[in-house]
């Protein structure tokens, strides 16, 4: 245990945020194609829990994330389902994409929960880091 967060596997390798180029896919992939540059989405979640039927996979009772519970994308090669893989513009750049999983979800969790309406008053502290800047 680390801070309360399992971690493993021990030697651990970190990394949350990953993009990178698609090297090879399962016999049953669909959606992405080898050679394709992608995200990965880094939450692990079953797909069956309540808070997974209840489009809370973020909050998946049997998840985590990807370079937390599993070793993340500071490996030279990483595998991950399918359902974590998401195909990105050639013109988007490398880092926008690998922060795309956290920083920009996060800010959209959370400008989503406020239930902000038009004429609503916002305010962003820690508007200087990624996460901010994406709320903003
Ligand atoms: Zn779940």
């Known amino acids: 245990m680390s801070g309360g967060v399992e971690v493993k596997p021990l030697p651990h390798i970190p990394g949350s945020e990953l993009s990178g180029v698609v090297e090879r896919i399962g016999t049953h992939v669909t959606s992405i194609k080898e050679g394709d540059r992608a995200i990965v989405y880094s939450r692990v ?3 069956t829990c309540d ?39 050639d013109e988007m750049d490398w880092d926008l994409a690998a922060s795309t999983s956290i920083s920009i ?19 962003v502290f820690g508007a200087s880091g990624n996460t901010g800047i994406m709320a903003l």
Do not use: W
């Open 45 to 47: 979640f079953d797909g």
């Open 105 to 123: 979800l996060t800010a959209f969790h959370a400008l989503k929960e406020a239930s902000l309406k038009v004429n609503d008053c916002l305010i």
């Open 51 to 89: 808070m997974c039927l209840n489009q809370s996979e973020m909050l998946c009772r049997n998840g985590g994330i990807i370079g937390v519970i599993t070793n993340g994308g500071f490996a030279e090669y990483i595998s991950v389902p399918e359902r974590n893989v998401f195909k990105i513009p």
